[in-house]
């Protein structure tokens, strides 16, 4: 296809409005990269970056200020004057296949990325304690306040993305084989085939944060 013909025709994709019919829609690209790696937690590789924001859900994300704002989160307290920082899990969050997020998948998830992230390295010694308080609520009790905590959770390379607690169970220094997460597609194992193919399906389960 000539490159303008090309640019013509994305241009007429773009201001074509979104029709919902009863057909699946398929977006069709090609990535930068070959995925050689599903776990955004043994690589920093951008395509496993880019595979894990399709497939998983973090605490928190960055706004377009670079702010930390509630994701999986419904919101936080902080007490003891920034020692005690309590995250407080959306309503409704489940994995793909079926089974309701909970706060001890969220700490399972933070203590298998503090390994490897470097935010999370320098957060590690600093916690006293790092517990889920019941299904909705975690706790970071701190030995002195982290005023980063959030940006930290929110941060995007080798960001701390929420896993099942039987997957963030595995070695950071060893790659997870199971891509179950929680976000708005789901990683087709089956169909993956490294270096020709890789395929999404929606999640229609997955529930987007609200704007405030």
Not at 68 to 78: D, F, S, W, Y
Not at 90 to 105: I, N, S
Not at 136 to 159: E, H, Q, T, V, Y
């Amino acid at each position: 296809m000539r490159r303008r013909s090309f640019l013509a025709t994305s241009a007429a994709a773009l201001a074509t409005p979104y029709i919902a019919s009863a057909a699946p829609f398929i977006l069709r690209m090609v990535p930068h990269a070959n995925l050689t790696s599903i776990d955004p937690i043994w690589t920093t590789a951008n395509i496993t970056r880019n595979h894990a924001f399709m497939v998983y859900d973090t605490l928190y994300g960055l706004d377009d200020s670079l702010r930390p704002q509630p994701q999986m989160a419904a919101g936080h307290t902080i007490e003891d004057d920034g020692r005690s920082v309590t995250i407080t899990l959306r309503e409704g969050l489940a994995f793909h296949d079926g089974e309701k997020v909970r706060a001890t998948d969220a700490v399972a998830s933070l203590r298998r990325w503090m390994k490897r992230n470097p935010f999370g390295q320098t957060l590690e010694p600093n916690i006293d304690e790092l517990s889920a308080v019941d299904d909705a609520r975690l706790r970071f009790r701190l030995k002195k306040p982290f005023p980063l905590l959030l940006n930290a959770l929110g941060s995007i390379g080798n960001a701390a993305f929420v896993m099942p607690e039987r997957v963030a169970a595995t070695d950071p220094y060893k790659q997870i084989t199971d891509a179950t997460g929680s976000g708005p597609f789901r990683f087709k194992k089956d169909e993956f085939n490294s270096g020709s193919l890789i395929v999404y399906g929606r999640n229609p389960a997955y529930q987007p944060r609200r704007s405030a």
